[in-house]
């Protein structure tokens, strides 16, 4: 897992495919077409952060609303993914594909000629559809293209790819922010989609599982969706109308109404993208629960961190590309590694180990200002998240009899994907509160005219320095901008504890779920039936 935006249970979905014998005959056709698929999503996920603070100093909006710009694509995507793959296996995985990569392409294009925030979202769902339609298709391809003993090699060449687009494209990003616009960065998508479905209409098979059930559970997905909605809603709409409001209080409820009723309607499902029997197993349900913390303290954390460095501390977007590179590259090069520890020490030790030393990188980050402290804070976090991924992976693969172990991975990909979406979600309402009582605190310890407190209070519900009205004097000026970053700076440290705070929450579940037992085999190998 060279790229943080590869779910974590993707290598294991793609050794999870059946072969086609069709595909095998055109598999390098077949890599590339994957690898340029993928990387769309992955070139894209990683870049939206480091453009966050622009973009909401460009369209004069707020936090909540950069909130939805994340989470409009992650909710499509984390209750469509399950869904997507299996009408990939039944229609064919060439044609959903394409149309994953045409319609990711074309909501691209609208995110970059967005006139306001509000076609930005609305453009970010599409995108998150297409990803949960070409995504899973990108992984379903490469297994149906190789055998069992040459996925080893693909699989590395994916990564690979995807570990160099994970750390090109926060550089890139941040340059184009730095030097042409925010809308640069989805403009790249429409150029990587016209050799991508070249590639995928001329040379790749059509293939399907035949063994995939001829129903799909949209019911599933439409009531996940729908209660997803409604509770990321509720949470994000608590920071401006207070969660005592009757909306608020509605949309939580029918959240969680919405969310039962997916459970109901999975476990009276002929074919359900989530068999609730799979969470009867103790190993399963806990290395679940370990990744909604994990990946949610990983996705608070990173949706953040940009704004911290650029507004608070005066980075250059091109700066915190960069600052993403330790991470990525020990995550790249270790990933490997810790598969090996699995065989030596088993899935347990790894699963408490990995994510407190993730906790120690956000409470390192929590604390560092020089540059070289930030390098350092990320290499740290890399370092927990390298140990951690592989053994979570074979945790997820020996918790459940091996003709599971596609579905499996599949919902650990979509868990992950939902952690991410409820701590931005919540974490931001908590981040404004915190944030607005910061100013208050901090024009109150130091007597400030009247001009600069209405500059201070012009910040609020944002999370950007303010444009400074000409009337104000340069030491008017600075006294403004040292308030709101240094306000910026109180409430995105206590972000990053609470995200230390989750990742240790899930090194505890991993004590408590996981037990001293035999060595487990090591990601990528037959799991042993339960």
């Known amino acids: 897992m060279g790229n943080p935006k590869i779910l974590p249970c993707d290598e294991a979905a793609i050794r999870a495919a059946a072969s086609v014998p069709a ?9 590339v077409a994957a690898v340029l698929g993928s990387t769309m999503a992955f070139v894209d996920e990683s870049v939206v952060n480091v453009a966050l603070p622009k973009i909401e100093g460009d369209l004069h909006t707020t936090l909540s609303a950069m909130q939805w710009v994340v989470n409009a694509y992650t909710l499509c995507m ?4 399950l869904v997507g793959g299996a009408t990939a296996d039944q229609f064919g995985r060439r044609r959903v594909f394409v149309i994953g990569v045409l319609v990711f392409a074309a909501a691209s294009l609208a995110c970059g ?17 297409g990803a949960a339609l070409l995504v899973p298709c990108s992984l379903a391809l490469i297994g149906a293209a190789y055998d069992e003993k040459e996925r080893g090699a693909a699989i590395g060449i994916w990564s690979g790819a995807s570990a160099i687009a994970a750390g090109v494209a926060p550089l890139l990003g941040g340059t184009l922010v730095d030097h042409w616009s925010w809308r640069a960065i989805f403009l790249i998508n429409p150029l990587l989609a016209v050799p991508t479905i070249w590639i995928a209409l001329r040379h790749v098979p059509e293939s399907r599982d035949p063994q995939a059930s001829t129903v799909l559970d949209w019911r599933g997905a439409v009531l996940a969706f729908a209660g997803l909605s409604a509770l990321v809603y509720g949470l994000i709409a608590a920071a401006a109308r207070g969660w005592t409001d009757a909306r608020v209080i509605a949309a939580l409820v029918a959240g969680v109404l919405g969310l039962g009723a997916f459970v109901l309607a999975e476990d009276r499902s002929r074919a359900p993208m989530m068999p609730l029997e799979l969470f009867r197993l103790r190993i399963f349900s806990g290395v679940n629960l370990l990744t909604l913390l994990l990946y949610g303290a990983l996705g608070g954390a990173f949706f953040f961190l940009p704004f911290l460095l650029i507004q608070a501390r005066g980075y250059s977007a091109t700066a915190v590309g960069a600052a993403y590179l330790p991470f990525t590259l020990v995550l790249g090069v270790l990933s490997r590694w810790s598969g090996g520890l699995v065989d030596r020490f088993g899935a347990r030790g790894p699963l408490i180990i990995g994510p407190a030393l993730t906790a120690l990188g956000f409470v390192l980050l929590s604390a560092t200002h020089a540059p070289l402290a930030v390098l ?19 945790a997820v693969l020996n918790a459940v009899p091996g003709h599971r172990t596609g579905v499996a991975s599949g919902i650990n990909n979509a868990v992950a994907s ?4 409820l701590v931005v979600a919540l974490l931001g309402t908590v981040a404004l509160g915190v944030f607005d009582r910061s100013l208050d605190r901090h024009l109150a310890e130091a007597p400030a005219s009247s001009a600069v407190a209405q500059a201070v209070n012009s910040a609020r519900s944002g999370f950007v320095i303010p444009a400074m009205p000409a009337t104000l004097s340069p030491e008017e000026r600075e006294r403004t901008r040292t308030i709101v970053a240094t306000s910026l700076e109180d409430t995105v440290r206590l972000a990053l504890w609470i995200a230390a705070a989750l990742a240790l929450a899930s090194a505890l579940v991993t004590a408590v779920t996981i037990a001293p037992a035999p060595v487990l085999k090591a990601a990528g190998t037959p799991p042993r039936p339960s």
């Open 23 to 31: 595909c095998a005959a055109r598999r390098p056709w077949v890599l």
């Open 376 to 394: 350092l804070s990320m290499t740290e976090l890399g370092l927990g998240m390298a140990i951690t991924v592989a053994p979570l992976t074979t």
């Open 418 to 421: 939902v952690g991410g979406l």
């Open 113 to 129: 000629l967005a006139p306001n925030v509000q076609v930005l979202i609305g453009a970010r769902v599409l995108q998150g559809v």
């Open 78 to 81: 984390s209750a469509l993914l």
